[in-house]
Every structure is written in structure tokens, then in C-alpha cells.
């Protein structure tokens, strides 16, 4: 999975870097140099041949070190030719081809392994970045009518893959990006970009198999806002992909934003032998948010009037879903700490549907409800971080000991949401934990109480008796169950119940015993 990320990550760094510009400065050789420190001040070396003449410098045989950890091999990515042009108003142009190739070789560092080389083209049309500013304030902007990567050849363990088995295409139209940077005692920058729209094509297939996987899809309005802080060279001292979390000790605060208009995505598998597969989502809106700091690690996200279909392989009909709106919430502490820290969870999928064909297969009786389904969690809390979340050796240590990497010290339902088939669960509560006082492998017995609501309860088991989706034998014991932990509310069909968790590990329901 590493070394998928990292193949991820440089594919896309030729984009990013004729897209994000230079950091730079107000002639050409500080320009070139402001670049450098910021490469090698996150952790990436650099090597190239600098060719400086009157106003003109011409940077060639360009070579990213993107290796943070020797064990993992070595990761490079080698670009072509750039020229910084001073300009009369104080500017600085970069000078870059339409076509640029780049190429990406990944050597790993065992014999289980397979190196892979990888030759890419981005290609530009109609683009301009100019370099404004003073060392300490600088302002790059970037344009271009069309910014795309190309995947020109692939080679894994010495063999090449032609384009019917290794195929890529990414396309983006009326590009624009804005970075600003201040140099302090930090290097704060902030990022604005805007796409219009993105298409991508994508096509692989195992020479030894018969299988071809084809993925496609476009986006509209991508629009980024990204802010942050980094530490002035740290990373040159330290190996900041393992070791993050010296990085935030020192200041680092990076987040961004990331969100887009319609969307379409498809995916195929064609197998002579299983059978053709095939997948189809589209979304009306999304976005996606994330931030790292020492306060701690924070993603969220949305989707809006998504759907999905689905083909499987030899079956007879079209599996669709939508819902009208999606969203998550994850944050959490980051950095060891003697003291409890904040974390949350949350889900929200409203509006969910199912096609009548699906229905039908699983209820031909129609005596189902098919209103829309929701479900929704809230949930909060404290606990003690053990170890430095983001220390990749402390996480190794931890897979190798088995320790606990942090304690529960409390939790709070705020919120459970569940309603679907004509019935509606909803609860909250909360809980505290004594880990003085923990066993089973260092879980501590919670200390609370959840108050529970279930409405139409009844009538959905009589529901599904009558579908032959649930045996009668299997609802009668349900109606007992619900029978111990809840008691009926005041009004129709409605069932509450109180649970109670005792720190010597009791539980009650309603003030019954029931462990």
C-alpha cells in the first residue's frame, strides 16, 4: 500500500509542480534558489544543471529524491528543461515546453518486489506563470487553457507494458492558480486554484491475463484553497515522511479544501472468462476538507446527489442507489500528550433509495415501505494518545509490542439516528472510562447510560414475517428481546429503553439487571 501511494504521489508531482510555481523571488536566480530550499525543506532532493546567461537561466536534467525511508527503496522522478526569464517590470517568467516528459522510477529495496519505471508527459497549451514579489513576499501565478499528464510507457521488472496494457490520460481545461509565501520564521503560505473541468482515462491489464480494467470519468468546477505554515529546513535534518511528528513540534499547520461540481466516474472490468463487470457513479457536488497540526489530524467531507449503478458480472438486471446528500467528520489528537484530547466521528447519509428493481427481488410483495432511508451518528470524546500518531517507528514499535496505542477515557453518543423500512431508532448518551482500572488487554469498563427510542418496531418485524424475509420463530424471539431491554412508550408502537453500564462491569436495562 506504501508503494501505491508513493507512485500515486509521484505521478501526480509533475502536475503540481508546473501548477503550483516556484515559490519565488524577483530575479531568476533567486527564483531557482527559493525553489530549491523548499524542496530539500520538505524532504525531497534535488539535483540539477544550472545554466545562467544575461537574463536568462536555464535549469535541465531536473532529479527528485522522494525516498524517505532506505528500507523502502529508492523513488525518483527526473524532468526535462526550465528557463527563468527576468523580466523589465521586476517579474520573473518561467519558461517551460509544451510537452514536458518526465520519468518516475521506483526501485524497492527487496527481491519480492518489482522496480517500475514509469515515462510521463505533461502537456501544456496556452500557459503563463510569472514570479512577482519581493524574498520575503512572493506571489506566483500560473494559467493555462489545457494542463494534462499523459502516461507515454510503463516497466515493471524489465518489461514494458504497451498502451493496450498500461494506459493513461488526464485533461484539465482553463486552469488557474494563485501562491502566495512569506518567509519568517516559518515559510506560511496560501494557495487558490480553479479548474474548469477535468477528464481523465485510465486503462490496465496484467499481460498473463485475459482481464482489462478501464477507468473514466470527468469533474466540473474543481476549485483548491490550501493554507499552511511549514518549518524552515527541519525536514533537511530529519526524515519527514517517518518522522511528522518532529515536524508539527515544530510548527508545521497545513490544511486545504478541495471541492467540485458534477462528477461522473466509471469503471469496467472486461473478462472473457468470469464475465464483463461494470460500475457507474455520478455526484452533483462534493467536497473535501483536511488539516494537521498540533491540535491534531481533521478530515470532513460531502457528497450531494450521488448515484450508483452496478453490473455485476452474469447478473440479469442493473443495481442502482442514490442518495440526495452524504457527509463524514474525523478528528483526533496527533501528538503524544500526558492529557486528554478532543476526538469525533460523524456519518450522515440522508435520502437513501434503491431502484424498483431491487425491490422487487427483495420484497415482490410491496408491503415494505420504500420511503428514503437515513442514517445518522454523532459521536465525541476524550483519550490519551500513547504514542506520537504520525512517528511511523513508534507505530512500528506498536505493531510489533501489541500495546495499546491510546486509552478511551470518555465517550459521548450525541446523536444515533436510524430510519428505514417505516420504523426510527434514535438515541444518545454517554460513557466515561477508568483506565486505572483496565483489563482485557487494556480496555477499561465503561461507566454510563444510552437512552434508546425505537418507533414501528412491531410493525416492521410483522412486515418482514409476511415478506418471508424473517421466520416467524425469529421474530418471536426479537419481540423477547426487545421484551427484556425495553419497555413500551406512551405512544403507538413505540418502545424505550435505558442502558447502564457500572464500572464493575454490570449492565442494566431499566433498572433490571441483565449481567
Do not use: C
Not at 163 to 187: E, Q, S
Amino acid at each position: 500500500m506504501n508503494r501505491f501511494n508513493r507512485l500515486l504521489t509521484t505521478t501526480s508531482l509533475g502536475m503540481i509542480f508546473v501548477a503550483q510555481g516556484a515559490l519565488a523571488d524577483v530575479t531568476p536566480s533567486d527564483v531557482w534558489q527559493d525553489w530549491r530550499d523548499y524542496m530539500q525543506g520538505v524532504g525531497y532532493g534535488l539535483t540539477a544543471t544550472e545554466d545562467l546567461s544575461g537574463d536568462r537561466l536555464t535549469v535541465s536534467d531536473l532529479r527528485f529524491d522522494l525516498s524517505s525511508d532506505p528500507d523502502e527503496g529508492a523513488v525518483t522522478v527526473s524532468f526535462d528543461t526550465l528557463g527563468f526569464v527576468q523580466n523589465n517590470d521586476g517579474t520573473v517568467s518561467v519558461v517551460m515546453p509544451d510537452a514536458m516528459p518526465i520519468i518516475v522510477d521506483v526501485v524497492p529495496n527487496d527481491d519480492d518486489s518489482e522496480a517500475v519505471r514509469m515515462a510521463l508527459t505533461v502537456n501544456q497549451n496556452g500557459h503563463d506563470m510569472i514570479i512577482s514579489g519581493t524574498p520575503a513576499a512572493m506571489t506566483s501565478t500560473y494559467s493555462a487553457g489545457l494542463l494534462g499528464l499523459t502516461l507515454d510507457a510503463m516497466t515493471i521488472d524489465g518489461e514494458t507494458l504497451d498502451a493496450a496494457n498500461a494506459m493513461m490520460k488526464i485533461m484539465m481545461t482553463d486552469v488557474k492558480n494563485t501562491t502566495r509565501t512569506t518567509i519568517g520564521a516559518m515559510r506560511d503560505y496560501s494557495q487558490n486554484g480553479t479548474v474548469a473541468a477535468v477528464t481523465y482515462d485510465m486503462q490496465f491489464k496484467d499481460p498473463n491475463e485475459p482481464a482489462i480494467a478501464t477507468i473514466a470519468g470527468t469533474s466540473s468546477n474543481l476549485m483548491l484553497r490550501a493554507d499552511g505554515a511549514l518549518p524552515l529546513g527541519l525536514a533537511q535534518a530529519t526524515d519527514m515522511a517517518t518522522d511528522m511528528a518532529t515536524m508539527l513540534q515544530a510548527g508545521m499547520d497545513v490544511s486545504g479544501t478541495l471541492s467540485g461540481g458534477n462528477s461522473t466516474m466509471t469503471v469496467t472490468i472486461e473478462d472473457p472468462n468470469s464475465g464483463n463487470t461494470s460500475a457507474a457513479v455520478t455526484t452533483e457536488a462534493s467536497t473535501l476538507t483536511a488539516e494537521t497540526s498540533t491540535d491534531g489530524l481533521s478530515y470532513a467531507g460531502t457528497r450531494q446527489g450521488t448515484t450508483v449503478s452496478m453490473q455485476p458480472a452474469e447478473f440479469p438486471f442493473l443495481l442502482s442507489f442514490a442518495m440526495e446528500n452524504a457527509a463524514f467528520n474525523l478528528s483526533g489528537p496527533a501528538m503524544k500528550s500526558d492529557t486528554p484530547q478532543d476526538f469525533a466521528f460523524g456519518l450522515n447519509i440522508g435520502d437513501f433509495t434503491m431502484s424498483d428493481m431491487i425491490w422487487g427481488m427483495i420484497n415482490p410483495q410491496g408491503n415494505l415501505p420504500r420511503d428514503p432511508a437515513s442514517i445518522a451518528l454523532d459521536l465525541s470524546g476524550k483519550l490519551t494518545l500513547l504514542a506520537d500518531f504520525l512517528d511511523a517507528k513508534a507505530a512500528e514499535r506498536i505493531t510489533e509490542t501489541g500495546d495499546m496505542p491510546a486509552q478511551v477515557e470518555s465517550v459521548s453518543l450525541n446523536s444515533l439516528i436510524v430510519d428505514a423500512l417505516g420504523a426510527k431508532l434514535t438515541g444518545n448518551g454517554s460513557a466515561v472510562f477508568d483506565n486505572t482500572d483496565a483489563d482485557n488487554g487494556g480496555m477499561a469498563n465503561p461507566a454510563g447510560a444510552v437512552d434508546l427510542k425505537l418507533v414501528g418496531g412491531n410493525v416492521l418485524l410483522e412486515s418482514l414475517v409476511e415478506s418471508g424475509l424473517l421466520p416467524a420463530q425469529t421474530a418471536m424471539g426479537a419481540r423477547m428481546m426487545m421484551g427484556m431491554f425495553a419497555v413500551p412508550g406512551p405512544e403507538d408502537d413505540t418502545l424505550t429503553s435505558k442502558l447502564e453500564f457500572t464500572r464493575s462491569g454490570s449492565i442494566l436495562a431499566n433498572g433490571q439487571r441483565i449481567k
